[in-house]
């Protein structure tokens, strides 16, 4: 009885390590494939870093370019580059 017992338990447990691995394994693909491939990624950062005419937010902003950058790092280069920890003052 008591080696069904570890015998299940190994069993278990090799069972979740596996659902782990693969579970991180898509984790780190659905990361890598964030902003689409690569030339998905290209286009976006052709969209967020041309010149600003003023009528646009998110190119005055500059953070959406930035973004993109990284976007193209991460799909056409393998560098992933942490997103910044965005911080804002609440002062009134």
Known sequence: M????????????????????A???DAQKARLERA???N???????????????????LTLGTACNNSKNNVKLACEGIDTPDPEYKFDDKK
């Open 36 to 38: 689409g491939n690569c």
């Open 2 to 21: 008591k080696s069904r017992f570890t015998m299940a338990a190994v069993l278990v447990g090799l069972l979740t390590g596996l659902i782990g691995t």
């Open 23 to 25: 579970t991180a394994d």
């Open 40 to 58: 998905d990624a290209k286009s976006q950062m052709a969209y967020f870093c041309r010149p600003d005419d003023g009528t646009d937010t998110m």
